[in-house]
């Protein structure tokens, strides 16, 4: 399984929206703004909808994938609506084998060194340190010594102004959530805040 377009695209903006439409619209918002990597939750209403929305409308354009994925139904709805990737908060054997069933790219949550070996034992492609906020990059650094060819994707504490600390520390990718796509800016459709603030992750040179 090749990197490539993760590693090109650096930023999946972890959009957790609290309805279809405003995802929707925060996508685009998003992809006005340069961050062409997104990441649609199941807590998302209707994502596989969202996700096949996305995927009629920008094909390759984007990076387009799920989040939050707890069950074998979902990893399969999302690959069937055309997602490319499948995102788990943590990770489980089961959960594991049968989001890589579906062939698309694997990324499973961990935060502990023995979470990380669990994930890579299990099979998956990128392993997602979440939340990453409560190491920092100093600690994507210390997971890099007994784990240096694991591909690490921190979520949580991203910010435009240490995404380069980030990947500094050997991040293969960042996701960013909140920071990115604020919760006000979703209840009140301010999709303008949402294209600015892509604007200034896409500035911090990440996506080079």
Not at 52 to 74: C, N, S
Not at 105 to 127: I, K, N
Not at 146 to 170: C, H, K, Q, R, Y
Not at 175 to 181: C, E, F, R
Request: aromatic share 6%; proline share 6%; charged share 20%.
């Amino acid at each position: 399984m090749s990197l490539d377009t993760l590693k090109t695209t650096r930023v999946l903006a972890v959009l957790r929206a609290p309805t279809s439409e405003s995802a929707l619209r925060a996508a685009d918002a998003l992809v006005d703004g340069g961050v062409t990597g997104l990441e649609i939750t199941y807590s998302t209403p209707d994502a596989p909808a969202v996700i096949r929305a996305l995927d009629e409308k920008y094909g390759d354009r984007i990076y387009l994938g799920a989040g939050t994925v707890t069950t074998q139904e979902q990893a399969e709805q999302a690959a069937d609506a055309g997602a490319r990737f499948l995102v788990s908060p943590g990770t489980r054997e089961r959960l594991t084998a049968a989001m890589k069933a579906t062939g698309l790219t694997v990324m499973t949550g961990a935060l502990t060194p023995s979470e990380v070996m669990a994930a890579v034992e299990y099979g998956s492609d990128v392993v997602k340190i979440f939340p990453a906020s409560l190491g920092g990059p100093g600690y994507l650094k210390a997971l890099r010594g007994p784990f240096p060819d694991v591909p690490l994707m921190p979520t949580g504490g991203v910010s435009p102004e240490n995404i380069g600390d980030w990947i500094a520390a050997g991040a293969v990718a960042v996701g960013a959530g909140s920071d990115l796509v604020s919760s006000a800016a979703l209840a009140s459709g301010d999709w303008a805040a949402i294209t600015r603030r892509a604007e200034t992750f896409s500035a911090s040179g990440v996506g080079a």
